[in-house]
């Protein structure tokens, strides 16, 4: 008697699954929802847009699949039994989780939401890049940004490998893989920037040749920077600098100009935020450096993702004020 019991509970359970898988569809789950709120089928009913005997109809099939009475009928209305309560509250959270992934594909297909890594050279990454991401986050707070600040060849091996969604930096031609796509921003001019008050500040006209026998902040050896800071020494026949520094960290940087007669090469827009509070300046020389045009780099045949066209567009816009 027990098994027998026990099979027909077993095939009654197979039953109404089956149902649930085949039959049950989003009007059985609003209106479910809707019955909990307003506890008159009329209402739910028109709340779930359908009319009453399509409501009765949806709400009877359900009861007959789960072989249970899940609201007790009144005079007064409907009101849900502890079955129904159960049946409410699961419709519920089954339609905010359908909500939810509504949102969450729209806010993705919009690049609101996501993760996108960016690399950036120095003089972007201390102008252009914090302009973008500010521009970014207003638009799409929940959107997290990774940035990575190095030189153009480490930050090409990066992304290359798939560890970086674009990147801004320079790519010589015999550098330039065919995979990738180089959409140029910016030019980047160099001065000599150093403390207010340097002793070669007041001149009016100053040469190579006075600055020959000064402290000179290098970048490392092998740098684009470098090597064409010592070339354009060499062209105008004079010495290459002897007393260095060499060292890119700009934290350090700042700090040995501001506190010491040292010179540096260095693009405006790096140290900008210096140059216009006076705690650098700028040696009145100009020197014939001019550094490859930086932009923005990206895989040419990768699809990016709603994050990296966003970022895209914020850097695009913000270059072109």
Request: charged letters at 20%; a neutral charge.
């Amino acid at each position: 008697m027990k098994a027998s019991f026990r099979h027909h509970a077993i095939m009654k359970m197979l039953s109404t699954t089956r149902f649930m898988h085949a039959h049950l569809k989003t009007r059985h789950i609003l209106l479910l929802v809707e019955l909990g709120r307003r506890k008159s089928i009329m209402q739910a009913a028109e709340a779930a847009c359908m009319n009453q005997p399509a409501a009765s109809r949806l709400l009877s099939d359900l009861e007959y699949a789960l072989g249970l009475q899940l609201f007790d009928r009144s005079a007064r209305g409907i009101m849900p039994n502890m079955f129904g309560e159960v049946m409410i509250r699961r419709a519920s959270a089954a339609l905010a989780e359908m909500e939810a992934g509504l949102q969450e594909i729209m806010e993705l297909s919009a690049g609101v939401t996501g993760r996108v890594v960016l690399g950036s050279v120095r003089t972007p990454a201390a102008s252009v890049v914090p302009d973008a991401v500010r521009l970014l986050k207003a638009r799409f707070p929940r959107l997290e940004v990774a940035i990575h600040v190095d030189a153009s060849k480490p930050l090409l091996r990066l992304l290359r490998s798939g560890k970086l969604d674009l990147m801004i930096g320079r790519v010589a031609d015999n550098d330039m893989p065919e995979e990738l796509a180089f959409d140029p921003l910016h030019h980047e001019p160099h001065c000599v920037v150093v403390r207010p008050g340097h002793p070669l500040a007041g001149h009016a006209q100053l040469t190579l040749a006075d600055l020959a026998g000064q402290c000179w902040i290098m970048p490392p050896a092998g740098s684009v920077l470098r090597d064409r800071l010592i070339a354009l020494f060499r062209r105008e026949g004079q010495v290459r600098p002897c007393e260095t520094v060499e060292t890119q960290d700009l934290p350090v940087l700042t700090s040995l100009l501001t506190n010491s007669d040292m010179v540096a090469p260095l693009p405006v827009e790096l140290v900008r935020t210096w140059l216009d509070s006076g705690m650098l300046a700028v040696l009145p020389i100009e020197l014939d450096l001019r550094m490859d045009m930086y932009g923005i780099v990206t895989r040419r045949d990768h699809q990016p993702s709603p994050a990296t066209q966003a970022t895209l567009e914020a850097l695009r816009q913000v270059m072109v004020r």
